[in-house]
């Protein structure tokens, strides 16, 4: 999952206080590029692309997605993004004189068409430093249909807990890999016992689920990289690509073929 990053991102929309400008918004294509650090504003974030991939790390949590996804990223959340390849990013930032009604914990979600119109109609105003009656009317309905965003799947939970993370860094270092939970245990020094009750108690799922997720959102990265179905199993250590496609669709509720961009 490692790629090398050549460019660093500066966006500041996310640190304007400004009830006058309840949205500001950005829109680029770039390449391998990353936020400069890990970061967090007052305003909240509604962030996706309308091409290409994106992953987006919070402290509690990652999310692999694409265009047919999005992710709401809460107001004085630390996160960080990264664009791997070429990505069009799509992102805007809510004032925090907007947010008492809008979700207080990020997660990533699938957007309606409808809400991906009203983003792409707010950022074709270029955010004027003052709103027409036409600008205040679709930015109250954008706002709206934010409140009744609701959560999906495609995360994977992650924890500061330094034996979790010795154990999940060696799981995303070795995606292919078939080592049991007794040889990650003996990395982090604890017994399988206790490395299983550590998923339990800091992720919320059992040592296989996680694996299987990494496994799931890695292979999302690569449909979006337009790798084929067959060459994303064996790249991830599955037996044959039925049952990489059955997993997949048992996950997310489409094949792997219907999941692409096209």
């Not at 966006?11 to 650090?37: M, W």
């Not at 809460?74 to 990013?89: G, I």
């Not at 009317?137 to 939970?157: A, G, H």
């Not at 799922?205 to 890695?218: I, T, V």
Request: hydrophobic fraction near 40%; aromatic fraction near 10%; glycine fraction near 4%.
């Amino acid at each position: 999952m490692n790629t090398d990053y050549k460019t660093d991102l500066e966006i500041d929309h996310g640190f304007e206080i400004n009830a006058l400008r309840p949205v500001a918004t950005y829109s680029e294509e770039i390449q391998n590029a990353k936020c400069a650090n890990s970061h967090a504003h007052p305003r909240a974030q509604i962030i996706s692309c309308s091409s290409g991939i994106m992953e987006v790390v919070t402290k509690n949590n990652i999310w692999i997605v694409n265009s047919l996804q999005g992710v709401w990223i809460a107001s004085n959340e630390e996160h960080q993004v990264y664009f791997p390849n070429n990505v069009k990013v799509v992102t805007a930032f809510i004032d925090e004189s907007k947010l008492h009604n809008l979700p207080k914990n990020s997660f990533a979600f699938e957007p309606s068409g409808f809400l991906t119109s009203l983003l792409e109609k707010i950022i074709s105003f270029s955010n004027p430093n003052i709103l027409t009656q036409q600008h205040s009317r679709i930015i109250e309905v954008f706002l709206d249909e934010l409140s009744t965003l609701t959560p999906s799947k495609t995360f994977l939970p992650t924890s500061q807990d330094k034996r979790i993370k010795i154990v999940l860094d060696a799981l995303m270092n070795d995606l292919s890999g078939k080592h049991t939970i007794d040889y990650y245990a003996g990395k982090a020094f604890v017994s399988p016992r206790t490395l299983s009750r550590l998923f339990h108690k800091e992720l919320g799922m059992s040592f296989g689920d996680w694996k299987m997720r990494l496994k799931l959102m890695e292979a999302v990265k690569q449909l979006g990289e337009k790798k084929s179905v067959k060459e994303i199993a064996f790249e991830l250590g599955y037996e044959n690509v039925s049952s990489f496609i059955a997993t997949f669709k048992k996950h997310f509720g489409k094949t792997p073929t219907n999941y692409i961009v096209k």
